[in-house]
């Protein structure tokens, strides 16, 4: 039993350092990417991204299986491994890339009402190559700046845990139409 524990204990301060270490390397390039932009006089991507002012309610779930449960076609273990966290836009992306979200729920955000984010291929950690255990991982949005996300607001949450719908929502109904002046006559 306290092996099992200690394993657990080098398990996560493993996946916490990891989580450093990219936030490390996350802030790096952005302040790289604020720099090259203030070089340029631009302001950035914050048009698509959304504002440092979006707030995300989020719960990350975790499906686990054993190679015993697929052989018997049993079922998994579901824990929730983030339950109603509320995150910036950079966390969000950050979580995404870190879970391997890669694929959402439905094909269209605009006819779905409820829309999840998911992992397609399993999490290679140790349990993966010591024990063949398979984690899937899927992103719930609850809410975004206090309301029930809207189908342009499941697009800016794919944008930006980079995954794509088959119908995207077009940019000119997200209100982000081009600035300056129009070059097709």
């Not at 836009?89 to 959402?104: M, Q, T, V």
Request: hydrophobic fraction near 30%.
């Amino acid at each position: 039993m306290k092996q099992d524990t200690h394993d657990r204990e080098k398990q996560r301060a493993a996946l916490e350092h990891n989580h450093r270490q990219a936030q490390a390397r996350d802030d790096l390039q952005t302040t790289k990417d604020e720099d090259f932009y203030a070089r340029l006089g631009l302001t950035g991507s914050e048009a698509e991204a959304g504002t440092a002012d979006d707030a995300f309610v989020i719960s990350i779930h975790c499906e686990r299986w054993t190679l015993q449960d697929l052989e018997a076609r049993g079922v998994s273990t579901h824990d929730i491994e983030l339950d109603r966290v509320i995150v910036v836009a950079d966390d969000l992306a950050r979580h995404g890339r870190d879970y391997g979200i890669s694929e959402p729920s439905c094909t269209d955000p605009s006819m779905a009402p409820d829309i999840w984010f998911r992992s397609t291929y399993p999490r290679q950690d140790r349990a993966y190559f010591e024990q063949g255990v398979q984690k899937y991982y899927s992103l719930h949005i609850h809410e975004v700046n206090g309301h029930p996300p809207s189908p342009i607001e499941y697009q800016r949450v794919a944008d930006l845990v980079g995954v794509r719908f088959d119908q995207a929502v077009l940019r000119q109904e997200q209100g982000l139409e081009q600035e300056g002046p129009d070059l097709c006559l």
